[in-house]
């Protein structure tokens, strides 16, 4: 059973517009969210993290807002720019004592910012 | 430059064959993991290590083998038990439990 999903395999902006990718989890256990972005026949790299103590991180154009009760993330770009295309994914874990455990993905969503 | 190094970029299985990927690190990192990543599908981690000369199961474990010998490496063997081997495989690695991951660039295994 999924407990991280990304319900949008696919999404597709205009640039100069704002991209939203969202993600929705299942354990109210998870604690520490982070967006991975990846490109095509590389490894992903970090791009933002939120922890449940917060509801909003921004990091330049990038901005993850978290929605406890909902079990719902999603992360905001503005603008988007054509080498923001790329597949994103989002990830959540439990920290324990104080250390995070391994984190969970979904399945990606692929981002195409048109020119 | 540090970083993680996967080796090889491709490689190819022949039908019961065992084939090792190799992973090393030069961020003198503690914490090694692999994933695999199947088209349209997350990234599922198949082992991880949190130490040297120690390592644990993640989700997807079997037909699959690590050594950790030392803390710069961490080979992962694709055994002939894995039935279904052909995927990009990832390996990351972090310093301590609460940092980021870091990912190596990717290994792609196709079965001939």
New interface residues.
Partial sequence: DQQ?K?NS?SLSVQEGRISILNCDYTNSMFDYF?W?KKYP??????LI?ISSIKDKNEDGRFTVFLNKSAKHLSLHIVPSQPGDSAVY?CAATV?YG???G??I????TKLSVKP | DGG?T?SP?YLFRKEGQNVTLSCEQNLNHDAM?W?RQDP??????IY?SQIVNDFQK?DIAEGYSVSREKKESFPLTVTSAQKNPTA?Y?C?SKRG??E???????T?LSVL
């Fill in positions: 991280v990304q395999p982070l991975y026949a590389e490894g992903p790299t970090f993290s994914f920290s104080g250390s995070q391994n984190l993905f979904g399945k990606g | 993680i996967q970029k993991y994933y349209g599908q997350g990234l599922r981690l991880y993640g990009f990832l990351a439990l609460n980021k991951l870091f990912f190596g660039s990717g792609q």
